[in-house]
Protein backbone atom coordinates (compact mmCIF):
# COMPACT_ATOMS: atom_id res chain seq x y z
CA UNK A 1 0.00 0.00 0.00
CA UNK A 2 1.43 3.39 -1.04
CA UNK A 3 0.14 7.22 -0.37
CA UNK A 4 -0.92 10.14 -2.62
CA UNK A 5 -1.18 13.90 -2.52
CA UNK A 6 -3.09 16.25 -5.09
CA UNK A 7 -1.45 19.60 -5.31
CA UNK A 8 -3.45 22.09 -6.75
CA UNK A 9 -1.93 25.57 -7.52
CA UNK A 10 -4.63 27.34 -7.53
CA UNK A 11 -4.96 29.69 -11.19
CA UNK A 12 -1.89 28.50 -13.15
CA UNK A 13 -3.30 27.41 -15.93
CA UNK A 14 -1.14 26.83 -18.81
CA UNK A 15 -3.47 27.91 -22.18
CA UNK A 16 -6.68 28.38 -23.55
CA UNK A 17 -8.65 25.14 -23.17
CA UNK A 18 -10.59 24.39 -26.42
CA UNK A 19 -13.82 25.97 -25.51
CA UNK A 20 -12.46 29.50 -24.62
CA UNK A 21 -14.10 31.17 -27.13
CA UNK A 22 -17.22 30.78 -25.23
CA UNK A 23 -15.72 32.38 -22.20
CA UNK A 24 -13.94 34.97 -24.08
CA UNK A 25 -10.65 33.89 -23.08
CA UNK A 26 -8.98 32.51 -26.65
CA UNK A 27 -4.94 33.61 -26.15
CA UNK A 28 -4.75 33.28 -22.22
CA UNK A 29 -2.24 31.26 -21.26
CA UNK A 30 -1.05 32.70 -17.62
CA UNK A 31 2.15 29.78 -17.26
CA UNK A 32 3.35 30.81 -21.23
CA UNK A 33 2.39 34.36 -21.08
CA UNK A 34 4.43 34.96 -17.50
CA UNK A 35 7.43 33.38 -18.91
CA UNK A 36 7.42 35.27 -22.24
CA UNK A 37 6.89 38.39 -19.92
CA UNK A 38 9.90 37.16 -17.67
CA UNK A 39 12.10 36.71 -20.86
CA UNK A 40 11.33 40.22 -21.89
CA UNK A 41 12.05 41.85 -19.14
CA UNK A 42 8.48 43.03 -18.30
CA UNK A 43 8.38 41.15 -14.76
CA UNK A 44 11.75 43.09 -13.42
CA UNK A 45 11.01 44.67 -9.73
CA UNK A 46 13.92 45.66 -7.90
CA UNK A 47 14.07 43.83 -4.75
CA UNK A 48 11.55 41.00 -5.58
CA UNK A 49 12.53 39.63 -9.16
CA UNK A 50 14.28 39.73 -12.24
CA UNK A 51 15.36 37.84 -15.60
CA UNK A 52 13.70 34.53 -16.95
CA UNK A 53 11.15 33.11 -15.07
CA UNK A 54 13.03 30.38 -12.73
CA UNK A 55 11.45 27.15 -11.74
CA UNK A 56 13.97 24.59 -12.17
CA UNK A 57 12.19 22.11 -9.90
CA UNK A 58 9.51 21.66 -11.35
CA UNK A 59 10.88 21.95 -14.56
CA UNK A 60 12.93 19.09 -14.36
CA UNK A 61 9.87 17.36 -13.29
CA UNK A 62 7.75 18.15 -16.63
CA UNK A 63 6.48 21.51 -16.18
CA UNK A 64 8.22 22.47 -19.65
CA UNK A 65 6.53 19.51 -21.43
CA UNK A 66 3.37 20.29 -19.94
CA UNK A 67 3.11 23.83 -21.18
CA UNK A 68 4.24 22.73 -24.34
CA UNK A 69 2.15 19.98 -24.41
CA UNK A 70 -0.72 22.39 -24.10
CA UNK A 71 0.01 25.21 -26.53
CA UNK A 72 2.38 23.54 -28.72
CA UNK A 73 5.01 25.86 -27.62
CA UNK A 74 7.81 25.48 -25.24
CA UNK A 75 7.63 28.52 -22.46
CA UNK A 76 10.74 30.34 -22.58
CA UNK A 77 13.27 29.34 -20.13
CA UNK A 78 12.03 25.61 -19.68
CA UNK A 79 13.03 22.64 -21.37
CA UNK A 80 11.18 19.28 -23.04
CA UNK A 81 12.93 16.85 -20.47
CA UNK A 82 11.27 15.32 -17.74
CA UNK A 83 11.79 12.64 -14.72
CA UNK A 84 8.44 12.57 -14.02
CA UNK A 85 5.06 11.86 -15.92
CA UNK A 86 3.57 14.89 -17.18
CA UNK A 87 0.81 16.06 -19.55
CA UNK A 88 -2.00 18.76 -19.60
CA UNK A 89 -5.80 17.76 -18.46
CA UNK A 90 -8.97 20.13 -19.95
CA UNK A 91 -12.20 20.93 -17.97
CA UNK A 92 -15.00 19.67 -18.72
CA UNK A 93 -16.98 21.30 -16.05
CA UNK A 94 -19.43 24.81 -17.85
CA UNK A 95 -16.99 26.98 -15.54
CA UNK A 96 -13.87 28.51 -14.65
CA UNK A 97 -13.79 28.72 -10.72
CA UNK A 98 -12.62 27.02 -7.91
CA UNK A 99 -15.39 24.24 -6.95
CA UNK A 100 -15.69 23.24 -10.33
CA UNK A 101 -12.39 22.85 -10.88
CA UNK A 102 -11.41 21.02 -7.58
CA UNK A 103 -14.93 19.07 -7.82
CA UNK A 104 -13.27 17.65 -11.36
CA UNK A 105 -9.86 17.15 -10.38
CA UNK A 106 -11.24 14.90 -7.04
CA UNK A 107 -13.20 12.86 -9.93
CA UNK A 108 -16.80 14.16 -8.99
CA UNK A 109 -17.82 16.36 -11.43
CA UNK A 110 -20.78 19.36 -11.11
CA UNK A 111 -23.83 17.22 -12.64
CA UNK A 112 -25.89 20.79 -12.47
CA UNK A 113 -25.28 24.31 -14.08
CA UNK A 114 -24.45 26.94 -12.62
CA UNK A 115 -26.31 29.92 -11.50
CA UNK A 116 -24.67 33.26 -11.91
CA UNK A 117 -25.74 36.43 -11.34
CA UNK A 118 -25.97 39.11 -14.21
CA UNK A 119 -23.91 41.84 -15.15
CA UNK A 120 -26.04 44.65 -14.46
CA UNK A 121 -26.34 46.89 -11.49
CA UNK A 122 -28.20 46.16 -8.94
CA UNK A 123 -26.47 42.41 -9.08
CA UNK A 124 -28.21 40.24 -6.75
CA UNK A 125 -32.06 40.29 -7.03
CA UNK A 126 -34.09 42.00 -4.81
CA UNK A 127 -35.90 39.12 -2.89
CA UNK A 128 -32.55 37.51 -2.46
CA UNK A 129 -31.40 41.19 -0.58
CA UNK A 130 -34.63 41.63 0.82
CA UNK A 131 -34.46 38.04 2.81
CA UNK A 132 -30.59 38.49 3.65
CA UNK A 133 -31.62 41.81 5.51
CA UNK A 134 -34.28 40.69 7.20
CA UNK A 135 -32.96 37.34 8.37
CA UNK A 136 -29.44 38.04 9.08
CA UNK A 137 -30.67 41.60 11.09
CA UNK A 138 -28.61 44.04 8.51
CA UNK A 139 -29.30 47.76 8.31
CA UNK A 140 -29.04 47.06 4.83
CA UNK A 141 -26.66 46.35 1.99
CA UNK A 142 -24.17 48.56 0.05
CA UNK A 143 -22.04 47.42 -3.59
CA UNK A 144 -24.62 44.75 -5.14
CA UNK A 145 -22.47 45.15 -7.85
CA UNK A 146 -19.82 43.18 -10.38
CA UNK A 147 -16.59 44.44 -8.70
CA UNK A 148 -12.93 43.30 -8.14
CA UNK A 149 -12.91 42.41 -4.34
CA UNK A 150 -9.71 45.00 -3.27
CA UNK A 151 -11.87 48.05 -5.47
CA UNK A 152 -14.80 47.76 -4.07
CA UNK A 153 -13.47 47.75 -0.49
CA UNK A 154 -11.17 50.58 -1.15
CA UNK A 155 -14.29 52.93 -2.42
CA UNK A 156 -16.81 51.51 -0.47
CA UNK A 157 -14.90 50.46 2.90
CA UNK A 158 -15.86 53.91 4.69
CA UNK A 159 -19.50 53.68 4.33
CA UNK A 160 -19.19 50.41 5.74
CA UNK A 161 -17.67 51.40 8.86
CA UNK A 162 -20.12 54.24 9.41
CA UNK A 163 -23.14 52.64 8.66
CA UNK A 164 -22.43 49.00 9.33
CA UNK A 165 -23.55 47.90 6.16
CA UNK A 166 -22.17 44.54 4.65
CA UNK A 167 -20.62 44.99 1.08
CA UNK A 168 -22.08 42.60 -1.35
CA UNK A 169 -20.32 41.64 -4.81
CA UNK A 170 -19.95 38.92 -7.39
CA UNK A 171 -18.24 38.55 -10.44
CA UNK A 172 -17.81 36.07 -13.54
CA UNK A 173 -17.82 33.44 -11.28
CA UNK A 174 -20.83 31.60 -9.75
CA UNK A 175 -20.25 33.12 -6.43
CA UNK A 176 -21.54 35.69 -4.11
CA UNK A 177 -19.18 37.68 -1.87
CA UNK A 178 -19.88 39.67 1.50
CA UNK A 179 -17.67 41.94 2.57
CA UNK A 180 -16.77 43.41 6.58
CA UNK A 181 -14.53 44.89 9.05
CA UNK A 182 -13.62 42.07 10.92
CA UNK A 183 -13.29 44.07 14.23
CA UNK A 184 -16.13 46.81 13.63
CA UNK A 185 -18.31 44.16 12.11
CA UNK A 186 -17.53 40.91 14.07
CA UNK A 187 -15.69 37.83 11.85
CA UNK A 188 -18.39 35.67 13.87
CA UNK A 189 -21.20 37.68 12.62
CA UNK A 190 -19.70 38.02 8.61
CA UNK A 191 -19.93 34.83 8.92
CA UNK A 192 -23.41 33.93 10.44
CA UNK A 193 -24.46 36.40 7.41
CA UNK A 194 -22.78 34.31 4.86
CA UNK A 195 -24.45 31.00 6.17
CA UNK A 196 -27.33 32.40 5.39
CA UNK A 197 -26.56 33.65 2.01
CA UNK A 198 -25.34 30.54 1.69
CA UNK A 199 -29.35 28.79 2.41
CA UNK A 200 -30.68 31.62 0.14
CA UNK A 201 -28.86 31.13 -2.76
CA UNK A 202 -28.91 27.01 -2.76
CA UNK A 203 -32.35 27.29 -5.23
CA UNK A 204 -30.00 29.55 -7.28
CA UNK A 205 -26.98 26.64 -7.60
CA UNK A 206 -24.49 29.65 -6.62
CA UNK A 207 -21.28 27.70 -5.74
CA UNK A 208 -20.00 29.64 -3.72
CA UNK A 209 -20.45 32.31 -0.82
CA UNK A 210 -17.16 34.30 0.48
CA UNK A 211 -17.11 35.45 3.41
CA UNK A 212 -14.40 39.19 2.44
CA UNK A 213 -12.92 40.03 6.22
CA UNK A 214 -10.78 43.32 6.35
CA UNK A 215 -8.90 45.58 8.47
CA UNK A 216 -8.21 49.16 8.69
CA UNK A 217 -9.78 52.57 8.71
CA UNK A 218 -9.05 54.03 5.13
CA UNK A 219 -8.79 53.68 1.45
CA UNK A 220 -4.98 53.68 2.47
CA UNK A 221 -5.00 51.25 5.08
CA UNK A 222 -7.90 48.88 3.86
CA UNK A 223 -6.54 45.23 3.81
CA UNK A 224 -8.47 41.65 3.50
CA UNK A 225 -7.19 39.72 6.11
CA UNK A 226 -6.58 35.58 6.12
CA UNK A 227 -10.27 34.78 7.80
CA UNK A 228 -11.79 34.22 4.60
CA UNK A 229 -14.01 31.63 4.67
CA UNK A 230 -16.01 29.72 1.42
CA UNK A 231 -19.19 28.32 2.00
CA UNK A 232 -20.15 25.98 -0.50
CA UNK A 233 -22.74 24.26 -2.50
CA UNK A 234 -21.92 20.28 -1.41
CA UNK A 235 -20.06 18.00 -4.10
CA UNK A 236 -21.59 15.47 -6.63
CA UNK A 237 -20.75 12.06 -4.41
CA UNK A 238 -18.28 9.80 -5.93
CA UNK A 239 -15.19 12.12 -5.07
CA UNK A 240 -11.78 10.86 -4.00
CA UNK A 241 -12.78 12.04 -0.44
CA UNK A 242 -15.54 9.75 -0.25
CA UNK A 243 -13.71 6.50 -2.01
CA UNK A 244 -10.52 7.16 0.71
CA UNK A 245 -13.30 7.18 3.81
CA UNK A 246 -15.46 4.30 2.37
CA UNK A 247 -12.30 2.48 3.27
CA UNK A 248 -10.93 4.11 6.21
CA UNK A 249 -7.87 5.76 5.02
CA UNK A 250 -6.00 8.65 6.57
CA UNK A 251 -7.51 12.02 4.68
CA UNK A 252 -5.46 15.62 4.89
CA UNK A 253 -7.25 18.27 3.68
CA UNK A 254 -5.03 21.48 3.46
CA UNK A 255 -5.62 25.57 2.62
CA UNK A 256 -9.21 25.82 1.73
CA UNK A 257 -9.51 22.37 0.68
CA UNK A 258 -12.71 21.88 3.45
CA UNK A 259 -14.72 25.28 2.44
CA UNK A 260 -14.24 23.88 -1.32
CA UNK A 261 -15.72 20.14 -0.41
CA UNK A 262 -17.84 21.17 2.26
CA UNK A 263 -16.35 19.86 4.86
CA UNK A 264 -17.38 16.33 3.66
CA UNK A 265 -15.21 13.15 4.05
CA UNK A 266 -12.13 16.61 3.89
CA UNK A 267 -10.53 14.42 7.15
CA UNK A 268 -8.00 16.20 9.26
CA UNK A 269 -8.25 20.35 7.84
CA UNK A 270 -5.05 22.79 7.77
CA UNK A 271 -5.55 25.98 7.33
CA UNK A 272 -2.74 28.56 7.53
CA UNK A 273 -2.03 32.07 6.54
CA UNK A 274 -0.07 31.47 2.85
CA UNK A 275 1.22 29.57 0.68
CA UNK A 276 4.19 28.96 2.41
CA UNK A 277 2.40 27.85 5.45
CA UNK A 278 0.57 25.66 3.55
CA UNK A 279 4.10 24.41 1.81
CA UNK A 280 5.32 23.76 5.25
CA UNK A 281 2.29 21.93 6.48
CA UNK A 282 2.19 19.20 3.30
CA UNK A 283 5.49 18.77 4.13
CA UNK A 284 5.10 18.12 7.84
CA UNK A 285 2.07 15.86 7.08
CA UNK A 286 3.98 13.97 4.38
CA UNK A 287 6.68 13.11 7.57
CA UNK A 288 3.53 11.27 9.39
CA UNK A 289 0.90 10.72 6.62
CA UNK A 290 0.24 6.43 7.22
CA UNK A 291 0.53 4.32 4.33
CA UNK A 292 -2.51 4.16 2.01
CA UNK A 293 -2.89 7.85 3.38
CA UNK A 294 -4.12 10.86 1.04
CA UNK A 295 -3.60 14.48 0.90
CA UNK A 296 -5.13 16.93 -1.04
CA UNK A 297 -3.62 20.38 -0.89
CA UNK A 298 -4.90 23.80 -2.55
CA UNK A 299 -2.30 26.89 -2.68
CA UNK A 300 -4.41 30.13 -3.92
CA UNK A 301 -2.10 33.08 -3.49
CA UNK A 302 -1.14 33.66 -6.79
CA UNK A 303 -4.77 33.61 -7.83
CA UNK A 304 -5.77 35.79 -5.00
CA UNK A 305 -3.01 37.85 -4.79
CA UNK A 306 -1.51 38.55 -8.09
CA UNK A 307 -3.46 36.91 -10.50
CA UNK A 308 -7.14 39.02 -10.06
CA UNK A 309 -4.71 42.12 -9.50
CA UNK A 310 -2.99 41.71 -12.66
CA UNK A 311 0.62 41.89 -10.99
CA UNK A 312 2.79 39.79 -13.34
CA UNK A 313 5.80 40.10 -11.30
CA UNK A 314 4.14 39.52 -8.52
CA UNK A 315 2.57 36.12 -9.67
CA UNK A 316 6.23 35.26 -10.96
CA UNK A 317 7.84 35.84 -7.74
CA UNK A 318 5.40 33.67 -5.93
CA UNK A 319 6.42 30.59 -9.13
CA UNK A 320 9.70 30.65 -8.00
CA UNK A 321 9.23 30.62 -4.12
CA UNK A 322 6.58 27.64 -4.69
CA UNK A 323 9.23 26.48 -6.88
CA UNK A 324 12.22 26.86 -4.69
CA UNK A 325 10.66 24.52 -1.90
CA UNK A 326 9.75 21.65 -3.90
CA UNK A 327 12.87 19.74 -3.17
CA UNK A 328 11.60 19.61 0.86
CA UNK A 329 8.49 18.20 -0.92
CA UNK A 330 10.76 15.25 -2.50
CA UNK A 331 12.49 14.62 0.28
CA UNK A 332 9.30 13.78 2.56
CA UNK A 333 8.29 11.41 -0.52
CA UNK A 334 8.67 7.59 0.25
CA UNK A 335 8.75 4.68 -2.10
CA UNK A 336 5.53 4.05 -3.94
CA UNK A 337 4.82 7.52 -3.15
CA UNK A 338 2.40 9.13 -5.89
CA UNK A 339 2.28 13.29 -5.90
CA UNK A 340 -0.07 14.62 -8.38
CA UNK A 341 0.44 18.66 -9.23
CA UNK A 342 -1.88 20.42 -11.27
CA UNK A 343 -4.02 23.34 -11.03
CA UNK A 344 -8.16 24.23 -11.33
CA UNK A 345 -8.55 27.24 -13.98
CA UNK A 346 -6.32 29.98 -14.92
CA UNK A 347 -5.93 33.37 -13.93
CA UNK A 348 -3.96 34.84 -16.58
CA UNK A 349 -2.04 38.02 -15.40
CA UNK A 350 -1.43 39.80 -18.89
CA UNK A 351 -5.19 38.79 -19.55
CA UNK A 352 -8.06 42.45 -19.33
CA UNK A 353 -9.95 42.40 -16.98
CA UNK A 354 -9.80 40.52 -13.28
CA UNK A 355 -11.83 37.94 -13.53
CA UNK A 356 -9.93 34.04 -13.92
CA UNK A 357 -9.17 32.56 -17.80
CA UNK A 358 -10.82 29.50 -19.18
CA UNK A 359 -7.82 27.30 -19.21
CA UNK A 360 -6.18 23.58 -19.66
CA UNK A 361 -3.91 23.10 -16.68
CA UNK A 362 -0.54 21.29 -16.66
CA UNK A 363 -0.36 17.93 -14.98
CA UNK A 364 2.83 16.36 -13.55
CA UNK A 365 2.75 13.13 -11.39
CA UNK A 366 5.92 12.08 -9.63
CA UNK A 367 7.00 9.99 -6.78
CA UNK A 368 10.02 7.58 -6.03
CA UNK A 369 10.02 5.07 -8.96
CA UNK A 370 7.44 6.80 -11.51
CA UNK A 371 9.12 6.73 -14.73
CA UNK A 372 9.34 9.43 -17.24
CA UNK A 373 6.57 9.67 -19.85
CA UNK A 374 4.05 11.65 -21.67
CA UNK A 375 0.34 11.33 -19.69
CA UNK A 376 -1.49 12.96 -23.22
CA UNK A 377 -4.09 15.54 -23.32
CA UNK A 378 -6.64 14.40 -20.95
CA UNK A 379 -9.69 15.10 -21.68
CA UNK A 380 -10.96 15.69 -18.17
CA UNK A 381 -9.83 16.58 -15.06
CA UNK A 382 -11.55 14.17 -13.32
CA UNK A 383 -8.57 11.63 -14.63
CA UNK A 384 -6.70 12.93 -11.56
CA UNK A 385 -8.86 11.60 -8.95
CA UNK A 386 -9.50 8.15 -11.11
CA UNK A 387 -5.55 7.73 -10.86
CA UNK A 388 -5.24 8.68 -7.21
CA UNK A 389 -8.30 6.24 -6.24
CA UNK A 390 -6.45 3.61 -8.59
CA UNK A 391 -3.03 4.09 -6.81
CA UNK A 392 -4.56 4.01 -3.59
CA UNK A 393 -6.42 0.66 -4.60
CA UNK A 394 -9.37 2.76 -3.91
CA UNK A 395 -13.01 1.91 -5.82
CA UNK A 396 -13.04 3.98 -8.80
CA UNK A 397 -14.57 7.69 -8.51
CA UNK A 398 -17.59 9.05 -10.22
CA UNK A 399 -15.88 9.93 -13.11
CA UNK A 400 -12.46 9.69 -14.58
CA UNK A 401 -9.85 7.06 -16.46
CA UNK A 402 -6.92 6.41 -14.75
CA UNK A 403 -3.05 7.05 -16.15
CA UNK A 404 -0.80 4.03 -16.92
CA UNK A 405 2.07 4.56 -14.43
CA UNK A 406 5.02 2.68 -13.75
CA UNK A 407 6.89 2.29 -10.63
Not at 125 to 140: I, Y
Not at 206 to 219: E, L
Not at 332 to 349: E, I, K, Q, S, V
Amino acid sequence: MSRALIMVLDSFGCGNAPDAKSFGDVGADTFGHIAQACAAGQADVAGLRSGPLHMPNLDALGLGCAGKAATGRLPPGFTDSSTGAWGSAIEQSLGKDTPSGHWEIAGSPADFTWGYFPETTPAIPDWLVADLVREARLPGVIGNSHASGTAIIEVLGEEHLRTGKPIIYTSADSVLQIAAHETSFGLERLYDVCRIARRLCDPLHIGRIIARPFAGDSPATFKRTQYRKDFSLPPPAGSIFDRAAEAGRSIVSIGKIGDIFGHRNTGAEMKGRDDMEHFSMTVETLKSLPEGGFVFANYVDLDTDFGHRRNVAGYAAGLERFDARMPELLAALRPGDLCAFTADHGNDPTWPGTDHTREQVPLLAFGPGIAPRALGSRKTFADIGASVAHHLGLAPTKAGAPWQLDQ
